[in-house]
């Protein structure tokens, strides 16, 4: 089963670009997918970490950025790192009613595609809108071949 997957649109130095976020109604749905995103085209490739990936932390997503770029034979693809900020109080010590009253949901960071700066998110879209508009998504997993929507 695949976790729920939305394209935010980001702004960087260097223009506009995709990201894939994940959702779930469990953190079992999103638990090992991680997103990498092309330089060169309105691209994001999806892959279903290795388990020796996912364990390995910020160390497994490089070594799975290298096995994605081998196989799919490509120089292209970034890692775009996101960070959350608590923007609401913590809810520590609040009944559930009066925490649903003040709750904000978290902001997100995104590192721009060279990493040393902050992309800013300027529009989000469904998988399905992004693919109908032309993007194209490539699905990676170990234990599968690779599925791509479409060759440009």
């Not at 721009?112 to 109908?132: H, I, T």
Request: hydrophobic letters at 35%; proline letters at 3%.
């Amino acid at each position: 089963m695949h976790p729920e997957t939305a394209i935010v649109w980001l702004r960087d130095e260097s223009g506009l670009f995709p990201r894939a976020i994940f959702s779930g109604d469990t953190d079992a749905l999103t638990m090992g997918w991680c997103s990498f995103t092309a330089k060169s085209r309105d691209e994001v490739v999806l892959a279903l970490l290795t388990g020796f990936e996912y364990s390995a932390g910020e160390a497994g997503i490089e070594t799975a950025l290298n096995r994605l770029s081998r196989e799919l034979n490509r120089n292209d693809l970034v890692y775009i790192r996101v960070r959350y900020e608590r923007v609401g109080p913590s809810g520590k010590g609040m009944s559930f009613l009066e925490f649903k009253k003040k709750y904000r949901p978290y902001k997100a960071h995104y590192s721009s595609r060279s990493g040393a700066s902050e992309a800013v998110q300027v529009g989000e879209q469904s998988l399905r809108e992004f693919v109908s508009r032309g993007g194209i998504v490539t699905v990676s997993s170990p234990n599968t071949s690779l599925e791509r929507t479409r060759d440009r």
